[in-house]
């Protein structure tokens, strides 16, 4: 009763801040409780004849993907085209997967935007959509202002004001900008930061951030298949692969070979993967992705224009990348 009047006593001002410092306290509480390790696809975006986002077709891709022993789905990453989606899609895309997929199955959301205003704003959204944690990629339009003071400036607003905790994203083949180390260092710190998915591929940065941020509990997820293996080697929890949107299962062995120790077995897998992954990603990007995926029984379909088809050099070359390694 005491507790009740002093509380009413308050300046209203004094409440909110009060109440602000509490919700603050929660967020960072569960940020610290999550677990990101395990496997998560950056799932494809499906479309129709006419390039309108197809639900039907992302729901059913889902109920695969729902049977695949995942830790939870990459959406809006750089593989579901979200630069080419409008903000109404991107947050229209995260609730259907939310409401279709399994609630023990962790959400991630792609949030990032050029200003730090506005990936605040699709940071509730997606939190609001039912995202659980956010993927937030490096600004990169200004890429030579984006030294590692204006970088830390803009990830701890995002995670200061996020109602659920913030994975970094370094993505530098298509920011042109790779996150510096000191930046990461620093914002691991931060009680509402995760991790990091390193998309790079130097394994050496990757052991080093794990090596420096060893005492924030910071989470760092291999970017891809194609150095999953050694990313667990240097103490990466897990990976976001774009090929797991195609051999799901065979990431998630490869996953349970590394944590279980089981290394000559995982380096057989590892290397069969390397090929596919490599025609996936870089070589022939998303539109091989999205090919690839027709071919295991997913819904891949097209581009959403001005990415364009594979040639039929590129769809024969794809085919032996996958038929080479005894995927196809």
Known sequence: MQCARAWRGLSPLLRAAQQ?????????TAAAGMDLSGIYPPIATPFTATEDVDYQRLEANLKRYAEIPFKGLVVQGSNGEYPYLTEEERVEVVKTVRRSLPADKLVMAGSGCESTKATVQLTEKMAAAGADAVLVVTPCFYKGKMDSRALIQHFTKVADSSPVPVVLYSVPANTGLELPLDAVTQLSQHPNILGLKDSG????RIGLIVHKTKAQDFQVLAGSAGFLMAAYCVGAVGGVCALANVLGRELCELERLCVSGRWEEARVLQQRLIEPNAAVTRKLGVPALKQAMEWFGFHGGA????LQPLTEAETQQLRRDFTSNGWL
Do not use: M
């Open 20 to 28: 602000a410092a509490r919700t603050r306290t929660q967020r960072y």
């Open 201 to 204: 591929g130097d394994i050496t």
């Open 303 to 306: 581009c959403r224009s001005p």
